[in-house]
């Protein structure tokens, strides 16, 4: 997917760049985004028009923020997914994550390590990436190694030697990252620090604060927050006993950073709970949170290894639908500008 420029149009990509690095000019307008992950398959970059209009429909309020992947494995920059939803009127979120094929969980490092990343063996592929989105030239969201608080992706502090060094690796392997791609001009892309609501481990080591990298290095703060996504998971929980502690540990890590849900949802699960009511309470709850700018549904269905099915779709059930469509209306909930 990389075209190569002439300097001067190089020079023109910058700038374009550099004069619009925050997507949503007015930080003072009241209510939050709309954003969205749309089952956009296995490795989440399937991006496509149809998918995107068949969820407007089902929500019935178009998302100003349309979330995807680009996996390192894949060794490519997703310019077409991102065209797409800014020709859209939406703003991108990317995960960029280091993760090799078969893109499995529980697993440790694999070729894109951290010390692997640290050591430059990937700056080429960093730079490719980075001259990329600087030709895309519009505001980018990249969460990079999301959910490092867990123990779930490749990159995770338990993985590095947990208290022993883990978030050290992980703040000097960020910087390393941001350093490479500011210094190619890619000053569109506004980072999320991403964590995931409660650690895998709960230990101070462990705790959100631990892996931030600095405020020069991070322009949003982002978390997951998720209720039961697994037959067998733990108790059902309602949101707000989900999000509240979670929030103000995320809240004092920097003061001043706007923070994203950057993913949030829950399954289907009627011996458990109530998830027409899970949606009612999320959607209610999140627009008094002054810190929170904007939140990202996770719309996704998938099958397990024991044969069972975690649905997250907003449309898992018709009470689900109803009334996650009855929250999302709401005119604190802020949608993408109208198509002309």
């Not at 028009?49 to 923020?65: M, S």
């Not at 719309?299 to 290894?305: A, D, F, I, S, V």
Request: glycine share 8%; hydrophobic share 40%.
């Amino acid at each position: 997917m990389t075209i190569r420029l002439s300097l001067a149009a190089l020079f023109f990509c910058a700038s374009v760049a550099v004069a619009a690095p925050d997507p949503w000019p007015n930080p003072g307008e009241k209510g939050i985004r709309f954003g969205a992950y749309m089952d956009f398959g296995e490795t989440e970059d399937a991006v496509t028009l149809e998918g995107i209009e068949k969820f407007e429909k089902l929500a019935g309020k178009r998302p100003a923020l349309i979330a995807s992947s680009s996996y390192w494995g894949e060794q490519s920059f997703p310019a077409a997914n991102l065209r797409l939803i800014d020709r859209h009127g939406a703003v991108p979120l990317i995960f960029w994550s280091p993760w090799d094929k078969p893109y499995e969980q529980n697993k440790g490092p694999d070729r894109f390590g951290l010390t692997e990343i640290l050591a430059g063996k990937w700056d080429d592929y960093i730079d490719r990436w980075a001259e990329d989105a600087r030709e895309f030239g519009k505001p980018l969201f990249v969460s990079f190694c999301n959910e490092m608080n867990g123990c779930w992706f490749p990159w995770s502090g338990c993985f590095y030697g947990g208290r022993d060094g883990g978030p050290e690796i992980f703040k000097k392997t960020w910087r390393h990252v941001v350093d490479r791609v500011r210094a190619k001009g890619a000053d569109n892309i506004l980072w999320v620090f991403h964590v995931n609501a409660f650690p895998a481990e709960n230990d101070v080591w462990n705790m959100m604060a631990s892996y931030y990298p600095g405020p020069g290095y991070v322009d949003w703060l982002g978390i997951s927050v998720y209720g039961q996504q697994f037959r067998n998971d733990r108790a059902w929980a309602f949101f707000q006993d989900l999000i509240a502690w979670p929030l103000k540990e995320l809240s004092a890590v920097d003061p001043k950073k706007p923070i994203m849900i950057a993913e949030f949802g829950v399954g289907e699960f009627p011996k458990s709970g109530n998830k027409a009511e899970w949606f009612a309470d999320a959607l209610t709850i999140l627009p008094k949170q002054p810190r929170v700018q904007a939140a990202v549904i996770w719309h996704e269905r998938w099958q397990n290894q024991d044969g069972s099915f975690s649905n997250l779709r907003i449309n898992s059930s018709p009470a689900a639908l109803k009334a996650f469509r009855q929250g999302i209306a709401a005119p604190e909930w802020i949608a993408a500008p109208p198509r002309p």
